[in-house]
């Protein structure tokens, strides 16, 4: 077993951990502080090559495999988490156009999303379907040659940002069948409603999105008709690993920064990171944290070597959120009360974490998946 990255992964560690130290860290407090979309980075994210890292250059793609994208959304999220969702979905939906897309779907999409054109976005939630996708009412009623979308989603991350959106919806009622529709900005009948205000990740872009009468051409289905859920499931088990990462990058920058403040902080004439109590909790965030690494990095290879990793990869998000919110508290509790203001980062990345245990698949839905696997 070889614990090593290989040199690209290295070369992608040391240049996003770079950008995202130089250009997105410095901005995240005031990106959250105004509830920001932070184009900017998206547009510093496209010039590196880190929005299509998941699909071949002919497609626009940088195809740099699904190890090195872990370690770059680490990163990216290390500096500003909101950024970090943003780019997540971005990969997510281009690898799934990539994987489920028609040739002329690859070549209009594609070089749209690696370059920055807009952002991707992927709708399965709906207000009455959620840890239960299936159970979406979304209806897709065939007409001509084409279908017409009534429903609505909810929680759509960069649903007013997208140049292209996944849309899951009913094509048939009994049995029930689901498809993926591509719809773009300004289809008639498409159009995106509240924007959420949240907890954290306050820069990222979370939409309610609204089918009315909307008419799309067959050729916007991706994949084939019913396929729609399949499609979903394993956009889902990639994202995973991606959340994951997103949650070690959050809770290491938060364990950065209490390390260095348990330094500097004296109480009772001594350095607070001289009483053991809050040694030990730096020691177990730091074990949690590479134990989590080390379940993202094995999803990631079995990825890679295109193996089965459903199971490895809700076994990363489950660990990996879990201890990443448990390092973030821990955080928090280093800092006392200013771990709790504003000044300081760490009450920002608690907020910012909190959501990595529940999109993508809660916790709770996690477990159903990894124990499902091992009764099968
Ligand atoms: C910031 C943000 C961004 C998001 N981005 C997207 C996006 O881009 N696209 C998208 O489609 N969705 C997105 N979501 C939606 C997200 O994936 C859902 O919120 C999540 O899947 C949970 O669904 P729910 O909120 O309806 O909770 P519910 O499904 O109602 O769950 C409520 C509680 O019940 C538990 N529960 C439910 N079923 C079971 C079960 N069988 N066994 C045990 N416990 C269970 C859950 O774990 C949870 O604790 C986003 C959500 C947020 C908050």
Redesign the pocket.
């Known amino acids: 077993m070889d614990f090593r990255l290989t040199d690209e992964q290295l070369q992608v560690e040391a240049m996003v951990g770079g950008l995202s130290r130089k250009e997105f860290a410095p901005r995240a407090a005031l990106v959250d502080e105004e509830s920001r979309y932070p184009a900017e980075n998206h547009r510093m994210l496209a010039e590196l090559g880190l929005l299509g890292m998941l699909y071949p250059s002919a497609y626009g793609g940088s195809e740099a495999g699904p190890v090195a994208y872990a370690i770059a959304l680490r990163e990216v999220a290390g500096g500003c988490a909101s950024t970090g969702?943003g780019m997540a979905?971005t990969n997510m939906t281009g690898e799934a156009i990539y994987r489920f897309g028609s040739e002329p779907q690859r070549k209009r999409y594609l070089p749209m999303l690696s370059g920055g054109k807009g952002a991707g976005?992927?709708?399965?939630?709906e207000p009455g379907?959620?840890?239960?996708?299936g159970g979406l009412s979304t209806f897709a009623r065939e007409d001509g040659d084409g279908f017409v979308l009534d429903g609505s989603?909810?929680?759509?991350?960069?649903?007013s940002h997208a140049c292209v959106t996944i849309v899951m919806a009913l094509t048939q009622k009994s049995p029930r069948k689901i498809s993926a529709f591509l719809l773009e900005p300004g289809t008639t009948g498409f159009s995106v409603g509240k924007q959420?205000r949240?907890m954290g990740?306050k820069g990222?872009d979370?939409v309610s999105l609204c089918l009315e009468e909307c008419r799309v051409s067959q050729a916007s289905m991706l994949g084939a008709p019913g396929e729609g859920l399949k499609i979903a499931l394993s956009a889902l088990d990639g994202g995973r690993i991606g959340i994951a990462s997103q949650a070690i990058g959050i809770a290491r920058s938060a364990l950065s920064a209490a390390t260095e403040y348990a330094k500097d902080r004296r109480q009772f004439g001594q350095a607070i990171g001289e009483f053991q109590a809050i040694q030990w909790k730096l020691a177990d965030a730091a074990t949690e944290l590479d134990a989590a690494q080390m379940l993202v990095f094995r999803a990631a290879c079995l990825k890679e070597k295109g193996a089965p990793y459903s199971k490895e990869a809700s076994m990363a998000k489950l660990f990996a959120t879990e201890a990443g919110n448990r390092a973030c508290h821990a955080a928090v509790q280093v800092f006392g009360g200013y771990g709790y203001i504003r000044e300081y980062p760490v009450e920002r990345h608690l907020r910012d974490v909190r959501?990595t245990t529940?999109?993508?698949?809660?916790?709770?839905?996690q477990?159903?998946v990894i124990s499902r696997a091992l009764c099968r």
Do not use: C, P, Q
């Not at 379907?129 to 996708?133: E, I, R």
């Not at 989603?153 to 649903?159: A, L, S």
């Not at 999109?359 to 839905?365: A, D, F, N, V």
């Open positions: 969702v979905v976005a992927f709708a399965l939630t379907a959620g840890s239960d996708a989603k909810v929680f759509i991350t960069n649903g959420e949240k990740l990222s979370t959501v529940i999109y993508e698949g809660t916790s709770e839905i477990r159903l």
